[in-house]
Structure formats: structure tokens, C-alpha cells
């Protein structure tokens, strides 16, 4: 059974820095290599593709408006995935999620892929830019 945990959520000012964490535990075909990806979803609104990164290579992809202030990372040693969230503005107040597939991720969209694309995922953590 794998488990996806986020933290680092928080509330900052416009133009302010968050960086989100999500550990990967337990074992299972999404604990290995696999396509890991952030998500967000405001309220009244579809829970939207942020990034997704691909672990076997750290290959990496960005919705629009996260391309320039946004960066996903992964560290496999740690089981861990990282987007640090720069120039944030008030649009981008959501619950973020965490999720998590074996495989490589589908960048044949030119966009992460989709919420049916992730099999696992985490709670959420709330990111209020005010």
C-alpha cells in the first residue's frame, strides 16, 4: 500500500515563496520509479494539473501558469517530490495535492497529465496567498 503525505502549505502575501513536500511511503507498484504530480483545486472549481515530474529521470512538465514560478523536483534517496512555488498570487489559493502513478508520465499534451492518469494520492495542503 503506498501512501502519499504533503506538507509545507501555508498562507503568504502575493509575490511571496512556498515550497510543497510529498514523501512517498510503503511499498507497492507506485513506490518505485513513477510519474508524480501536483495538483490543485480551488473551491467550486476542477481540481487542475500543476507539474508532474517523471522520477527515473527528473523529466518535468508545467501547466501554463505555473512555467516560470514554479519548479518541481524529485528525491529519490528522501522518496520525495518538491514544488517550490515563487511569485505567488492570490489566483493560485487552492488545495494542493499530491499524486503519484508507476511509470513514466504522458507528455504527449504538452501539459501534465490529467487526474485519471494518478492512481494514488495524498490529503492535501492548503495554500492561501491573501
Known amino acids: 500500500h503506498v501512501q502519499l503525505v504533503e506538507s509545507g502549505g501555508g498562507s503568504v502575501r502575493p509575490g511571496g515563496s512556498l515550497t510543497l513536500s510529498c514523501a512517498v511511503s510503503?511499498?507497492?507498484?507506485?513506490?518505485?520509479?513513477?510519474?508524480t504530480g501536483w495538483f490543485r483545486q480551488a473551491p467550486g472549481q476542477e481540481r487542475e494539473g500543476v507539474a508532474a515530474i517523471y522520477s527515473g529521470d527528473s523529466s518535468a512538465i508545467y501547466d501554463d501558469n505555473a512555467k516560470g514560478r514554479f519548479t518541481i523536483s524529485s528525491d529519490n534517496a528522501k522518496r520525495s517530490v518538491y514544488l517550490q512555488m515563487n511569485d505567488l498570487r492570490p489566483e493560485d489559493t487552492a488545495m494542493y495535492y499530491c499524486?503519484?502513478?508507476?511509470?513514466?508520465?504522458?507528455?504527449?499534451?504538452?501539459?501534465?497529465?490529467?487526474?485519471?492518469?494518478?492512481?494514488?494520492w495524498g490529503q492535501g495542503t492548503q495554500v492561501t496567498v491573501s
Open positions: 499524486a503519484a502513478d508507476p511509470g513514466v508520465c504522458d507528455y504527449s499534451l504538452a501539459r501534465p497529465p490529467t487526474k485519471y492518469a494518478f492512481g494514488y
Open positions: 510503503g511499498n507497492g507498484d507506485g513506490s518505485g520509479y513513477r510519474c
